[in-house]
């Protein structure tokens, strides 16, 4: 039932919705709308719109990678608690280092920056990166994966105060010449994940590059060449032990269509 504010005729107030007739929150998404309509004697519209519910704690799904940075960036004020690993409504009754306020997403412990940004299908290169704001972490131990290591998750090696590496993995893939890898780091003892930005960059020499000519024509960053014993365009790495040709062998016509 709707009433007017302090017998304003322009202002309608109304109460809300009991929590169990509020919509379920949809997948990939940290607020449902509600259509409200206003009527008059429960027959005639006068307006209608929506009302938006929001749910804090729903916010870390946009981005699984990314809790804390998912949950203090978004829209609805939100504080991501370290120490508990949870999101929710901005408030003064829980403080501390370990309590992210909204909008400060460079406050949030977190991976970044991985070296080297390029890496090749078949051959595994250890990757380093930096980790920043890991106080609260200082005496934890850490795993990385990505859905592309299938359930493979490998230890995490701390080098220095902010500077950590893992021993890499061999990808195989080979539908596009290049794709995103991201990485997900996750505190061992809790499987909680602690948030990464860690994408790297996958790329095959092979694929799109069939002959001699192709292969040596490909971005020198890629480290490409035409291995001849096997007749395939590699990471050099990969033809290791056997010389590139100078030149590309001429062409040879396979076929005519139509004969």
Request: proline share 10%; glycine share 4%.
């Given at each position: 039932e709707a009433v007017t504010l302090n017998n304003d005729p322009v202002k309608v107030v109304c109460s809300l919705p009991s929590p169990e007739q509020i919509p379920r929150t949809p997948a990939q998404q940290d607020y449902v709308s509600v259509p409200v309509r206003v009527l008059v004697n429960e027959t005639i519209e006068v307006t209608s719109g929506e009302y938006r519910f929001y749910n804090c704690a729903a916010t870390v799904m946009k981005n699984q990678n990314t809790p804390c940075i998912s949950?203090?960036?978004?829209?609805?004020?939100?504080?991501?608690?370290?120490?508990?690993?949870?999101?929710?409504?901005?408030?003064?009754?829980?403080?501390?280092?370990?309590?992210?306020?909204?909008?400060?997403?460079?406050?949030?412990?977190?991976?970044?920056?991985?070296?080297?940004?390029?890496?090749?299908?078949?051959?595994?290169?250890?990757?380093?990166?930096q980790g920043k704001n890991l106080d609260i972490y200082k005496d934890s131990t850490f795993s990385i994966g990505?859905?592309?290591?299938?359930?493979?998750?490998?230890?995490?090696?701390?080098?220095?105060a902010s500077k950590f590496k893992f021993p890499g993995f061999r990808f195989e893939y080979n539908q596009q010449q290049e794709v995103n890898v991201s990485f997900h780091i996750k505190e061992r003892e809790t499987q909680r994940k602690i948030d990464?930005?860690?994408?790297?960059?996958?790329?095959?020499?092979?694929?799109?590059?069939?002959?001699?000519?192709?292969?040596k024509h490909a971005d020198a960053k890629y480290d490409c060449v035409w291995c001849s014993s096997s007749g395939k365009c590699v990471y050099r790495e990969?033809?290791?032990?056997?010389?590139?040709?100078?030149?590309?062998?001429?062409?040879?016509?396979?076929?005519i269509i139509p004969r």
């Open positions: 949950c203090v960036t978004s829209q609805w004020g939100c504080q991501w608690n370290a120490q508990d690993h949870s999101c929710s409504d901005e408030s003064d009754a829980v403080s501390g280092d370990h309590v992210i306020k909204p909008q400060q997403p460079e406050s949030c412990p977190q991976f970044e920056s991985p070296n080297p940004p390029l890496i090749p299908v078949g051959y595994q290169i250890p990757i380093s990166f990505t859905e592309r290591m299938e359930r493979v998750e490998l230890e995490v090696v701390k080098e220095e990464s930005t860690l994408t790297v960059v996958l790329y095959d020499c092979m694929t799109g590059r069939e002959d001699c000519s192709l292969c990969l033809c290791k032990g056997q010389e590139e040709p100078a030149l590309c062998p001429d062409p040879q016509i396979t076929e």
